[in-house]
């Protein structure tokens, strides 16, 4: 024990060794990392360097002190030398880069410092005057203006100056020293004024622009133009004038000489005398009077649905017969109508890119989006011919609609947008082989390789996330193989930490490397003494991996989903907004993770309903029979949805007062997707939830939405703090609580019934995403109907009871029996009579089960009940569950609508009225008593089994599976066939 603790004393940490070499610590932690240093020990979880390192580091990183300083200067002292003996220079940068380039031989460094040999002043001033001083007519700064000064003294801007130095006409120059400052000799002084046409007898006060002339005469009611003015000069008609800076002046005195040639030409209104204001408000509407034919560009642009500033860019080229009328304080544009009809049946403004568009007509960038194409390949396809009928309008090309479609179905070109397995290990070998490892990491890359196919073959990523774990296994071999330069295995704990402690290494790639070397040491055979484990938490300390909504906020979620009223019409104006409500509903009834329920819910077939376009919900909505139908569609069609993270099906549900929300946002949200019309099936365009898809070719999905999508919690703020796997968390947490407060304490019941809604492999997974809470209240009981996953019967309900234990002593068997007699009601097409044995069998089979549960154990009940809940109890009817499971009682039955151990599930109703019309026909059809007689049990149980879903869902529920008015005219039909 005392030789290992003699042994630490040898060693020192990082900045000990560092302030004994008078260097940075970062610089220290590379000499290690390139091997200058070399024996280093972790000791504490932290770097030690041997003392001995010190004078080692020293001679081979070059640190040993200069023999004879004498001999040597810095860098500033080489400069200021240099400054004395007038030299002009920047700085020691100029010096450094001379070392640099080779130019110094004579220099050493020393503690990151740099010394030059006195010799070498003589080697810099020759280089200097070699290269610099011809060019300096003198060296004396007082002989220059500054760009500032020169700016003053011409009465221009600087910005002016730098013109005429890029066009040659201003002769500047610059000093090493001057840090880019530029200098203008002033001796060249009057050769500037020549070159740029500057005249000294120019003074601003007392002379006039074109424009300032121009707008003297308007004063006059002499309206002219800038091609008028010069037209008299250079007919000479007005010679007195002056060129300054390339522009025309005229003296004040000159202006009463244009009035009078403007007066005598007669062309223009000169007014001498002073107008009455009587005749000034003449004038003024004579002015302002409206032409018939044509409208202010104002009104134009209201017409176009276009900004007025836009339009103006135009009228030279698209409204010819546009003209220029004189105005108040100048002129204004009027716009022909005939012009403006002419355009609009051609063209539009798109407010999207706010430019130009032909009707009828995709620009290139609206086809290229579509396509996934890029603009090289469509310009090339135009130039083979592929894709005709290319229009170029102001260097932008624009394509029928028409030829677009045409080119792109016989193309038959679908985008790829699934990046697979086999992508991403085509990927990955290419890189390898673009990247061979070197010869001390060939097995290490071999291993690595095995170690990344393995991992990539057993994901069930979607093409996005796959892509990106693609790409972190090609970087971290990148890491590995600029890093190490031995067989990882071998490496020691200490290069192994250093390589951790990298701040450009990801918390995601150290976690990948700390798996592949445990992968690797298994392989070898090592057993390292040190383990590595690498977890790392979120940056953003508000990040909570338990956060969930609170109560009050998770029930004004609930609420705000189901105000269909203030939904319907931005929903129908909106695709965002409609995908964002549906989205938001699905989330609160199911505990789906968000990149599934995008990928997976299917489209809607509207058949069965009134609405085919987005119109009718102006007027109109779904009635809950139309609803419940739609959401039959989607069970039908999610029973084989598979969660792709576990690779686990799915359980769908609805609860029952989000049936009509859930149903309008869809049926809303394919009608935006019908009217999308492209021939490419990208997710965006080819799925219901398509908004939540961004990308071409690597497609992803924003589980939380976009900001567009947030528009759907306009009115109510509080809610647009919204994400995907805090309402899922939300969800879990209070589906959980809410089965507790059903069953009591029973918290292995809920946390089971919960993980099947997720669809997790374990039970301990669920309780990651469950905030616990003390049973004080802190988390209150939600009341929206969690639980009602849409089981029903008699059966059912007295299972509820006595797992609630509400069964009292004084209850009877015939009060559970209110339904079987009630049903008399709704069989009055058939006679009574034939239902008497019928009804005594039923009754005394009911009796017998209720009989069997009333004295089961509350322990046996509950483990009965879990295993109901989570569909551990399945019968023949997938919608179903068989209370005697695994030991049927009726295993010659087909079915189990006769069976009293069968607890059916509201979309058990799909099935059991399709067997009800395969037991009518076969009732009507049959020649043979002993098969009427075995189908009319079996319908008239089918018949109890409907009557016992209208008691439990309501009629119109049951309606949208069999209308009330079909299911009388089956009983009718056969009644008479009936043999009971």
């Not at 965002?576 to 609160?588: E, F, K, Q, R, V």
């Not at 809607?604 to 139908?629: C, G, V, Y």
Request: with cysteine.
């Amino acid at each position: 024990m005392s030789t290992e603790n003699n042994s630490e004393l040898q060693y020192i940490t990082v900045p000990e060794f560092s302030k004994s070499l008078g260097i940075h610590e970062a610089t220290a932690y590379r000499y290690i990392k390139r091997g200058l240093i070399s024996n280093i020990k972790n000791i504490k979880g932290h770097i030690h360097i041997h003392i001995d390192e010190i004078e080692k580091t020293k001679e081979k990183a070059n640190l040993n002190p200069v023999d004879d300083r004498n001999c040597y200067l810095t860098t500033y002292e080489v400069f200021e030398v240099l400054k004395k003996d007038g030299l002009c220079i920047r700085g020691i940068s100029w010096i450094q880069k001379k070392v640099s380039s080779g130019l110094i031989k004579k220099y050493m460094k020393f503690k990151n410092k740099l010394y030059i040999h006195k010799e070498e002043i003589k080697t810099l001033k020759h280089y200097y005057f070699e290269h610099y001083n011809a060019n300096i007519p003198s060296r004396k700064i007082e002989d220059y203006y500054t760009i500032n000064e020169l700016s003053l003294e011409l009465g221009i801007s600087k910005k002016q100056i730098h013109n005429y130095i890029y066009e040659n006409k201003i002769n500047a120059f610059k000093f090493l020293h001057a840090k880019g400052s530029i200098f203008f000799l002033k001796s060249h002084l009057s050769l500037i004024k020549e070159k740029i046409g500057y005249i000294d007898k120019y003074n601003p006060k007392e002379y006039l622009s074109i424009q300032e002339l121009i707008s003297q005469l308007e004063k006059h009611k002499i309206h002219v133009n800038d091609s008028s003015i010069r037209y008299l000069i250079y007919t000479k008609r007005i010679p007195n004038y002056v060129m300054h800076l390339n522009k025309y002046y005229f003296h004040k005195n000159e202006l009463s000489q244009f009035l009078n040639y403007f007066a005598k030409k007669g062309d223009y209104e000169h007014n001498t005398h002073t107008e009455t204001p009587e005749q000034e408000q003449k004038q003024k509407q004579k002015q302002n009077k409206p032409t018939t034919n044509f409208l202010t560009v104002k009104q134009a642009s209201e017409k176009l649905q276009a900004p007025p500033i836009w339009l103006r860019g135009l009228l030279k080229d698209y409204f010819p017969n546009s003209k220029k009328v004189p105005a108040a304080g100048g002129y204004h544009w009027l716009v022909s109508k005939t012009d403006i009809d002419n355009f609009q049946k051609e063209y539009y403004y798109n407010h999207k890119t706010r430019m130009l568009h032909l009707i009828d007509h995709y620009d290139l960038n609206t086809l290229r989006s579509i396509s996934g194409f890029t603009f090289d390949k469509l310009r090339l396809d135009i130039k083979k011919g592929l894709l005709t009928g290319a229009i170029k309008i102001n260097n932008r090309l624009f394509i029928p609609i028409q030829n677009a479609n045409r080119y792109l179905e016989s193309l038959q070109y679908v985008l790829d947008t699934v990046y697979d397995t086999h992508k991403a290990l085509e990927d990955l070998l290419k890189h390898y082989n673009n990247h061979p490892p070197p010869t001390d990491l060939i097995k290490t890359s071999s291993i690595y390789k095995k170690w990344v196919d393995i991992k990539i073959n057993s994901s069930n990523a979607r093409p996005s996330s796959l892509r990106g774990y693609t790409l972190k296994f090609i970087n971290l071999y990148d890491k590995m193989l600029s890093y190490f330069h031995e067989e990882i295995w071998t490496t020691s704990n200490a290069k192994i930490e250093l390589f951790l402690s990298n701040k450009t290494l990801s918390n995601e790639l150290k976690k990948i490397f700390v798996q592949f070397l445990s992968y690797c040491e298994n392989q070898n055979g090592i057993n390292r003494e040190k383990k590595y484990l690498y977890y790392y938490t979120k940056k953003d300390p508000a990040y909570s991996e338990k956060n969930i909504y609170s109560f009050e906020v998770y029930h004004q979620y609930y609420t705000h989903v189901q105000n269909i009223e203030m939904h319907i019409t931005n929903a129908t104006t909106c695709r965002y907004y409609a995908n964002m409500w549906a989205y938001t509903i699905i989330l609160l009834t199911n505990n789906w993770r968000g990149t599934d329920i995008v990928h997976e819910f299917p489209s809607i077939e509207l058949d069965s309903i009134r609405a085919d376009k987005l119109s009718w919900f102006k007027t109109n909505k779904l009635t809950m029979e139309e609803s419940q139908s739609i959401i039959n569609q989607l069970y039908i069609k999610l029973r084989n949805a598979v969660a792709n993270k576990v690779s686990v099906l799915y359980n769908f549900y609805v609860s029952p007062n989000l049936i009509e929300s859930l149903a309008h946002s869809l049926v809303i949200s394919e009608l935006h997707k019908r009217n999308i019309q492209n021939y490419i099936a990208l997710p965006e365009n080819s799925l219901i939830l398509g908004t939540f898809f961004f990308g071409k070719k690597i497609v992803s999905t924003r589980v939380s939405g976009m900001d567009q999508h947030l528009n759907f919690f306009n009115p109510s703020p509080q809610l647009k703090d919204f994400d995907c796997l805090t309402m899922n968390r939300s969800t879990m947490t209070y589906l959980f609580y809410s089965i507790l407060e059903e069953d009591g304490e029973d918290a292995d019941l809920a946390l089971e019934i919960t993980k099947n809604t997720r669809s997790h492999k374990n039970s301990d997974t669920t309780a990651i995403y469950i905030q616990a809470k003390n049973k004080d209240g802190s988390i209150n009981r939600v009341s929206v109907n969690l639980l009602n996953r849409g089981m029903f019967g008699w059966l059912y309900n007295y299972i509820l009871l006595r797992l609630k234990e509400d069964i009292q002593n004084g209850q009877t068997i015939e009060e559970r029996t209110d339904t079987i007699k009630e049903l008399r009601n709704s069989i009055s097409p058939m006679e009574l009579e034939k239902w008497a044995i019928f009804l005594q069998t039923i009754h005394t089979n009911k009796n017998r089960v209720l009989d069997e549960i009333k004295y089961l154990p509350m322990e046996e009940l509950k483990t009965l009940a879990l295993k109901l809940f989570t569909n551990q109890m399945p019968s023949k009817e997938k919608t179903g569950q068989c209370l005697v499971y695994p030991n049927c009682k009726r295993k010659n039955l087909k079915t189990c609508y006769s069976c009293e151990y069968f607890i059916p599930e509201k979309m058990v109703l799909i099935e059991a009225i399709s067997e009800l019309k395969r037991l009518t026909s076969s009732l009507e059809s049959t020649k043979y008593d002993a098969i009427r007689k075995r189908d009319s049990f079996f319908l008239l149980n089918i018949i109890l089994l409907i009557d016992e879903a209208i008691k439990g869902f309501g009629i119109d529920v049951v309606n949208s599976f069999l209308p009330l008015k079909e299911k009388t005219q089956i009983l009718e039909k056969v009644k008479q066939h009936l043999l009971l």
